[in-house]
């Protein structure tokens, strides 16, 4: 049976670095009829993923992170200051014994991970369909975000 593999690092946003996850990307997509139902179909077959690479976070998370006596996780500011809003640039206040290194290789471990989805009679058409509208777009990219497209569309055209 022929598989799509992505690695969970195009399925997980990198706002920060300006970078969009492929469910994003395909969302923000201007499309009309069959190709955004299939996008939407997509999608779908992603949320689990999702879920599970969210879920992972919050675990990491609650190893890790230091939290106030109402059970809040703290975060560092851009200023050093410590505040219970994980904003823009703050970071996770690491506990004692444990580094922020640590976390960040355990997460970026799991986020090299791969995701396969089987092309199966009832997925094949999305699939396909999506596939299309990966390696055909006419949008442009540039720095990290090419990239992204680039590995998006070595995924797909290791399927045909």
Known sequence: MKKLVLKNKFLWPMTSLGVMDLASWLANLNLVGKKSRLR???ILLLRTRLEEI??????????????????????????????TKPENEARLKIKDGKTEE????????Y??????????????????????????????????????????????????
């Open 54 to 83: 969210a879920s992972e976070r919050k675990r990491l998370f609650e190893d890790y992170g230091e939290k106030n006596k109402d059970g809040k996780f703290i975060y560092i500011n851009k200023d050093g200051e410590e505040t």
């Open 40 to 42: 939407t179909r997509f």
């Open 102 to 109: 640590q976390l960040d290789k355990e997460f970026n471990d």
């Open 111 to 160: 986020l090299e991970e791969d995701f396969v989805i089987d092309v199966s009679p009832q997925s094949e058409e999305t699939i396909y369909g999506v596939s299309e509208i990966v390696l055909n777009t006419e949008e442009k990219f540039f720095g990290l975000m090419a990239d992204n497209y680039d590995k998006w569309c070595e995924a797909f055209e290791k399927i045909q």
